[in-house]
């Protein structure tokens, strides 16, 4: 009987450690490190970039990173290009591990700006309310440096403002948009001005 | 004995974790509807997909990472749905955008397209499938496949598509609010068409929720083909489970109806039983009138039944009239 007992969890304790060792097998080839993010970049990058701007974020409880490149594009015939991967969650702990969440590379014409508009606590969970954010990136070769976002509340139009440096990439993230405390923030538009003032492109109504 | 013993831990183990991912899984797929007329049917669900918006015009889709290997597969055949659905129909991509920027978290989408004919007299009728004649017909119900004019004018087949959509509401802790829309529109078909082929007699939209849910608010809105907003329409008929609508199909062109929309909130209880909302459409071209009967049951689908509200639909004209139904199934 006791040997019995003995064959059982030995078992289990082997069928549990070929299940732990197939898991982690395909965990690690399915996902990256912090490290091998930007070369992953690089190497899908349509503009041919070496170089991105990073940028981490945890907004609304989810660990993202952001990858905008800092390649110009003198014939303005290529979209801006952004690569987004998202912490990867996992039983094994002190792994730290990113999947490719979204990427824009490649995909569209040339904007001096493009924006992307994501929910960070999406996939259709049903138990909490969803919030949206407006992500705006560039490499800037328009020498942007102040955005001004319009978001529409209950009380009227509100405005937000962020400087960039002129001569660089830039990432900038606006959120929560949807239901914040019970009253509906919706995106309205983005205004970018240049260095001296002047409106250099607006995303929007 | 040991190696025996072994091996049934093994299956055991393997049976119960296949048989826990089989049981976790949403059950729900598309209803089939049998029908004599060519027409196909499909849903999506948006569940486990991440939906990203670029500049207002693209829509990214990709799967999430974060669920099990069976639901990532099953997520991942619904995203090749939907990239083919927005291939394939841009009018229903420009709609998903507006939804999702508005804060919207789309659920499920189901379509139902049907190929209709222009008729010796001028109206829109159904084709029957046994006069589908091989290879036009075949590339008519490829939506978009040609241009709108060449398509009405030329070969005078067009496409009527009924869309219902369900969102993710509120939830206060008791009560859920879920928002539908309704939407049909016509395509491939031209203004020019209207001004000379005449559809008297209004059209209807009606959709029936589950007695689970009561109708709490609707609205409904039109377009002409030339863009601009209609106001000929009138609420007929409306109760918790139903909500009936009609509006001008304007026979003189720049009137034509291209697009209409019904929204709902409906307030019940959140529940895991797989439940079906139906849409209907009834393009008339004669002055009608209908008659509506309620049905409360199950329908069956290929995943099993589901709570619904059927409508049997008789119109005070049969000859004069078809009909195009769209089922939606949820279960939250």
């Not at chain 2, 379509?111 to 084709?127: K, P, Q, S, Y």
């Not at chain 2, 036009?136 to 978009?144: G, I, M």
């Not at chain 2, 802790?173 to 209004?202: F, K």
């Not at chain 2, 959709?207 to 329409?233: E, Q, R, W």
Request: glycine fraction near 6%.
């Amino acid at each position: 009987m006791n040997k019995k007992i003995g064959i059982i969890l030995c078992s289990l304790i082997g069928a549990a450690l070929i299940a732990l060792a197939i898991y982690s097998g395909w965990f690690f080839s399915t996902t990256l490190s912090e490290k091998e993010l930007e070369p992953y970049a690089i190497e899908y990058s349509k503009r041919g970039s070496q170089e991105f701007l990073k940028t981490t974020d945890t907004a609304l409880g989810e660990e993202f990173v952001f990858f905008v490149s800092r390649q110009t594009d003198p014939t303005q015939t290529q979209s801006q290009e952004l690569f987004v991967f998202k912490e990867k969650k996992s039983i094994i702990p002190f792994a730290k591990r990113y999947y490719k969440y979204t990427s824009t590379a490649g995909s569209q014409m040339y904007l001096p700006v493009d924006a992307l508009w994501f929910t960070p606590n999406g996939g259709n969970n049903l138990d909490v309310l969803l919030q949206h954010a407006m992500i705006f990136y560039s490499a800037n070769d328009q020498n942007i440096s102040k955005v001004d976002c319009i978001i529409s509340t209950a009380n009227g139009e509100e405005t937000q403002s962020k400087e960039v440096s002129a001569d660089q990439a830039f990432f900038l993230n606006f959120y929560p948009f949807g239901n914040v405390n019970g009253i509906n923030k919706q995106f309205v538009k983005a205004n970018f001005y240049g260095s001296d003032g002047s409106l250099i492109y607006t995303f929007g109504q | 004995m040991k190696m025996k013993a072994v091996k049934q831990i093994f299956v055991a183990l393997t049976a119960f974790s296949v048989l826990a991912s089989i049981t976790m899984l949403p059950v729900y797929a598309s209803e089939k509807a049998e029908s004599p007329y060519v027409e196909t049917h499909e849903q999506i669900n948006f569940d486990n997909l991440n939906i990203a918006i670029l500049n207002s015009d693209k829509i990214i889709v990709s799967v999430d990472e974060d669920v099990g290997l069976l639901k990532k597969v099953k997520a991942n055949t619904e995203k090749e749905k939907l990239e083919n659905y927005l291939k394939s129909n841009p009018i229903a991509g420009q709609n998903i955008i507006q939804n999702v920027q508005a804060n919207e978290n789309i659920y499920a989408i189901a379509h139902t397209d049907a190929l209709v004919e222009r008729n010796v007299d001028g109206h829109w009728e159904r084709v029957k499938k046994e006069q589908e004649n091989g290879s036009l017909v075949k590339a008519l119900l490829s939506p978009f496949a040609m241009q709108a004019n060449a398509a009405s004018e030329s070969s005078g087949y067009a496409h009527l598509s009924l869309e219902s959509t369900i969102w993710n509401g509120n939830w206060n802790g008791s009560t859920y609010l879920y928002e539908i829309n309704t939407r049909a529109y016509w395509y491939d078909n031209s203004a020019e068409s209207g001004q000379c082929y005449p559809a008297g007699g209004e059209d209807f939209l009606l959709t029936a929720v589950p007695n689970t849910m009561g109708i709490s608010y609707d609205s409904f809105s039109l377009k002409n083909a030339n863009g601009s907003a209609s106001s000929d329409y009138r609420r007929c008929n409306g109760n918790a489970t139903y909500i009936q609508y009609a509006f001008e199909d304007d026979p003189f062109g720049p009137q034509q109806m291209s697009e209409a929309n019904m929204y709902l909130q409906a307030k019940g209880s959140r529940t895991t039983q797989l439940r079906q909302i139906n849409s209907y459409y009834i393009h008339t071209w004669k002055q009608m009138s209908l008659s509506v009967g309620i049905t409360a049951g199950a329908s069956v689908g290929p995943d099993g039944p589901s709570a619904s509200v059927g409508l049997d639909i008789r119109p005070s004209i049969v000859d004069k009239q078809w009909q195009l139904y769209c089922p939606l199934r949820f279960y939250f």
